[in-house]
């Protein structure tokens, strides 16, 4: 571009024009960069998974049962849940469901007496006293190992006792890191050892089957209903495995709640921590509301 002469007068009409054209481009331009941030910076809600115990996070969480390991990716704290009101709720029909996990390496740790218990006494008493109608979905590891524990909640009335395989192990891989199986007559036997485990102990037969991690194949569902168990993993995901705050995972239930009876938990001890905690926050508030709790049968 040739710089004008000293001396030469503008056309400040052009002048004018371009700068206004320079304005529309900049604000068009600007426009677009604070959308893109703005896109950018909005939270993931509700976005949790169901990170169920590994071999490894259950070693750390053995090596200190007052300090578990690090919970799972949370969803921010976007906004304050609310107890769900009846003109929103789906259903007031809730049923609370605690997987009570066990894999050969939890079983080791508990018997060189570095975990105490592998579930939460004072979230049992706290469904029993105020008869909390809930379903436990057992290993058939956990039931051998807690046996006592299982015939009290089945002869409650209250509670439910389902099945979660034998001993934890996935039928799909990758799932969280879970050993797994993988041929027909494996996953047969890890559905028919659980439930004769439970089936021992209470006298009753698990007509329901939560696959560990949630992980499976569409072949896994045939296999289970030609073994008389229905499929439930699907609900509203708790969140609570390894969570160390009870409100982050009472804020869940509570949002879940209106969308999904079925809320996905754990039976507490150092793998779900907070649970025991989170379920005495939101059952008020849930009762209040007008919800009740029922057993999977």
């Known amino acids: 571009m040739v710089p004008a002469p000293v001396g030469t007068i503008f056309n400040i009409g052009s002048l004018s024009s371009a700068a206004k054209n320079f304005q529309k481009i900049m604000t068009n331009k600007m426009s677009i960069v604070l959308a893109t941030l703005l896109l950018a910076t909005l939270p993931a809600i509700g976005c949790r998974r169901y990170a169920p115990t590994t071999d490894q996070q259950e070693q750390q969480a053995g090596a200190n049962t007052t300090s578990p390991s690090p919970a799972p990716v949370q969803a921010p ?8 009101s009846a003109s929103t709720a789906v259903s007031k029909t809730l049923y609370l469901t605690f997987d ?28 029993l006293e105020n008869r909390i109608h809930a379903t436990v979905f057992s ?54 050892k659980a439930t004769d485990a439970i089936r021992r102990l209470t006298g009753q037969t ?85 919800y009740t709790f029922a057993q999977m049968q």
């Open 77 to 84: 704290p976007a906004a304050q849940a609310r107890t769900p």
């Open 139 to 192: 290993t058939g590891m956990f039931a051998e190992d807690y046996p006592e524990l299982i015939t009290r909640l089945a002869s409650s009335g209250l509670i439910s006792i389902q099945n979660h395989t034998y001993d934890h192990a996935a039928f799909s891989a990758p799932c969280y890191g879970l050993a797994t199986v993988v041929t027909d007559q494996e996953k047969n036997e890890e559905m028919s």
């Open 206 to 290: 698990p007509t329901y089957l939560r696959h560990p991690g949630l992980c499976h194949k569409p072949h896994d569902v045939d296999l289970a209903e030609q073994m008389g168990l229905k499929i439930s993993d699907v609900g509203t995901i708790s969140g609570d495995a390894f969570a160390k705050n009870p409100q982050l995972v009472a804020d869940t239930i509570l949002r879940g709640a209106a969308h999904n009876p079925i809320i996905i938990l754990h039976l507490g001890g150092p793998n779900a921590p907070a649970t025991e905690v989170a379920i005495k926050m939101v059952v008020p508030k849930l009762q209040a509301a007008g």
């Open 100 to 127: 009570a996990d066990m894999t050969p390496g939890m079983l080791r740790r508990e018997k060189d007496h570095k975990v105490a218990l592998w579930y939460s006494p004072g979230l049992v008493d706290y469904l």
